[in-house]
């Protein structure tokens, strides 16, 4: 219960969450992961953010994900190396390969599995979109 006001406090005005399923040593994920990274930082630029970032790793060591986030990471949260709700995540959104960035509703309804689409074919806007269907 502590856990879920510190998610709400931390995520503050934030009418959705995108889940971004990752790994620095996943090849298409250090591909995505600049154009997720300048897309949300264009999105901040121009309002306060409708949807937040949420960094759910697959690397395999906390130095391997600390450098990951350090060198391509745009300023989103991320969950603690090693956590056991990594996996949970994974198991209820059925997450099998990433890069995967999974849209939620703050109450964790889906508004889309497919956000790395989104995000390649409409940038910055993506957010937008998202954010109007929370």
């Known amino acids: ?6 998610a709400d406090k931390a995520l503050g005005d ?16 250090r591909m995505f992961t600049p154009v997720l990274a300048e897309a949300y930082k264009e999105m901040k ?6 949807v937040e970032v949420v960094f759910v790793s697959s690397d395999r ?11 391509s990471h745009g300023a989103w949260y ?9 996996q949970d995540l994974k198991t209820k959104y ?7 960035l999974i849209v939620i509703k703050r109450d964790g309804t889906v ?8 995000i390649q074919a409409e940038g910055p806007r993506a957010f937008v979109k998202w954010a109007g269907a929370a």
């Not at 059925?94 to 995967?100: D, E, K, R, Y």
Request: aromatic content about 10%.
């Open 14 to 29: 934030a009418k959705a969450v995108a889940l971004y399923f990752s790994a620095h040593w996943c090849p298409p994920c």
């Open 78 to 86: 991320a969950l603690k190396y090693g956590d056991k709700f990594q």
């Open 1 to 6: 219960m502590e856990a879920e006001h510190a």
């Open 45 to 50: 630029e121009e309002c306060a953010a409708p």
């Open 94 to 100: 059925g997450v099998s390969s990433i890069p995967t």
């Open 61 to 71: 060591s906390n130095a391997d994900m600390l450098k990951y986030m350090e060198e």
């Open 111 to 118: 508004i889309t599995a497919n956000g790395r689409n989104d």
